[in-house]
């Protein structure tokens, strides 16, 4: 699946401390499939990665709402973890 490989690719970046390059791709990612809430956690991922966590739970109510639509346990899951963690 092409978008799984461009998360795993955002995420490579994320680790070699590229999270510009990580967030561009992940947006580029977010227009092809707007209705998509895991590439929503991915973005949140990174924007707490870079510390900010305002725009981080902007993307996890994304996330929340776009899950809502066709309900996934493994990304309530991940929304619920990421969440828990901010705090």
């Not at 996890?60 to 969440?83: G, K, S």
């Amino acid at each position: 699946r092409a978008t799984e490989a461009y998360e795993n690719l955002a995420g490579a970046w994320l680790r070699l401390g590229d999270a510009p390059r990580a967030m561009s791709l992940l947006r580029t990612l977010q227009e092809r499939e707007p209705r998509n809430p895991r590439i929503a956690i991915r973005m949140a991922t990174v924007e707490f990665a870079m510390e900010n966590p305002k725009a981080a739970l902007e993307h996890l109510d994304q996330a929340t709402r776009l899950d809502a639509l066709d309900p996934e346990p493994i990304v309530a899951y991940e929304i619920a973890t990421m969440r828990a963690a901010a705090v």
